[in-house]
């Protein structure tokens, strides 16, 4: 047992945990942080595979997402300070006791697979950001500008639509 995979372990129960808080909850603020919680272990997830970039463009791009869809989920959906518990009290603990158990039969299968060693290569250091970004603007150039086109124009056609609703008010 390292730190690798204590890492691995800690990151992947956030994940999980994150997932099934986010269908759980019924406030939207609470789904909201339990939401922001899955994509930063995600992107830790992703640090860990060696993917650095994708790391910190999940955490930048959800970041984003995480906030604007704080900002709609609390503006548009009706909620009001009352918790609304639930009134099944057993089918949480029968569903709480069934993740339990199939985490722990998940668990010791993985614990006990024998996975094969990868083969030996030779390492050699490259940036995985460099890569990226040569791909992107000699291979993938073409695709790159028709999505900056096409968020040009969603970001024009918003604010559009947001100047006349104002005006109509």
């Not at 999980?16 to 272990?41: D, E, K, N, Q």
């Not at 995985?128 to 969603?154: R, T």
């Amino acid at each position: 047992m390292n730190g690798e995979f204590l890492a691995f372990f800690i990151l992947s129960l956030l994940t999980i945990g994150g997932a099934v808080f986010m269908i759980s909850f019924t406030r939207v603020v609470h789904m909201v942080i339990s939401l922001g919680i899955t994509f930063i272990s995600i992107a830790g997830l992703f640090v860990l595979l060696g993917a650095e970039f994708v790391g910190v463009a999940q955490i930048l791009v959800y970041s984003g997402a995480i906030s604007i869809l704080m900002l709609f989920g609390i503006m548009l959906t009706k909620h009001d300070a009352s918790d609304e518990g639930s009134t099944h009290k057993w089918k949480n603990a029968f569903a709480l006791i069934f993740v339990a158990v199939l985490f722990g039969l998940m668990f010791w299968g993985i614990q006990r697979t024998v996975w094969p060693q990868p083969a030996e290569t030779a390492v050699t250091e490259v940036s995985n950001v460099k890569q990226i970004g040569v791909d992107v603007f000699k291979i993938y150039v073409i695709p790159f500008e028709l999505i900056s086109v096409l968020l040009l124009v969603a970001l024009v056609g918003a604010i559009i639509m947001a100047k006349k609703e104002e005006d109509s008010e």
